[in-house]
Every structure is written in structure tokens, then in C-alpha cells.
């Protein structure tokens, strides 16, 4: 079956950077829109980034436009999210999808576990 797990939180001071990972196995993610979501407590999820199946397109929530990017490296089945800037307001558990739908990124189906991000100020 398809599983995905995040990696890479932790305890961060505001300002700080981290980069998530998103390792995926039982599929090929390389025909497959991906995307980032994170909840903090008390919150519903919300959705925070994505990338096209080809890479060529990423799309971003407006609170982390600018310091958040979105990559994949289809060799190793493998989808980041690099956060710089971050600020208390970005504490949270993260949490990786992918569609599934051929191309797509509307479906989102398979969700790995989730990794904390805890900023401190």
C-alpha cells in the first residue's frame, strides 16, 4: 500500500529554517501532484503548499508565500518543504499528501502521519 512519512521537524527559534522531507513508498509519486498541509491545536488543517506532478508548478498559502518552498526529487520518491522565516504562528504538525489522481492536485488521498514544528519566539 502507498505510505507516506514525514521527516525533519522540530524545535526551531523564530527566523529559523527546516526543511521537511516526505518519503513515499508503494508508488511512484513521479505522475502525482503532492502537497503540504499542517493543523495546530485547536485549528482545522489548513493547506500550506503543493507541487505539480511535473514540478513545473507550486502553489502556496498566502501565510507562507515567500519564505516556504515546495520541491520534489522524483528519484527518490522523495517531497520537501523548505521553511525559512518561520515565525510562532507557523507551530504546528505537518503533514504530507498525495493524490490520487493521475496529474492532478484537487484529490488529495494518501496522508502520511504528520512531523511537529514547534517555533519558539
Known amino acids: 500500500q502507498v505510505q507516506l512519512v514525514e521527516s525533519g521537524g522540530g524545535l526551531v527559534q523564530a527566523g529559523g529554517s527546516l526543511r521537511l522531507s516526505c518519503a513515499v513508498s508503494g508508488r511512484s509519486i513521479s505522475r502525482y501532484g503532492m502537497g503540504w498541509f499542517r493543523q495546530a491545536p485547536g485549528k482545522e488543517r489548513e493547506f500550506v503548499g503543493a507541487?505539480?506532478?511535473?514540478?513545473?508548478?507550486?502553489y502556496y498559502a498566502d501565510s507562507v508565500k515567500g519564505r516556504f518552498t515546495v520541491s520534489r526529487d522524483n528519484a527518490k520518491n522523495t517531497v520537501y518543504l523548505q521553511m525559512n522565516s518561520l515565525k510562532p504562528e507557523d507551530t504546528a504538525v505537518y503533514y504530507c499528501a498525495a493524490s490520487r489522481s493521475l496529474y492532478s492536485n484537487d484529490d488529495y488521498y494518501y496522508w502520511g502521519q504528520g512531523t511537529q514544528v514547534t517555533v519558539s519566539s
Open positions: 507541487i505539480s506532478w511535473s514540478g513545473s508548478t507550486t
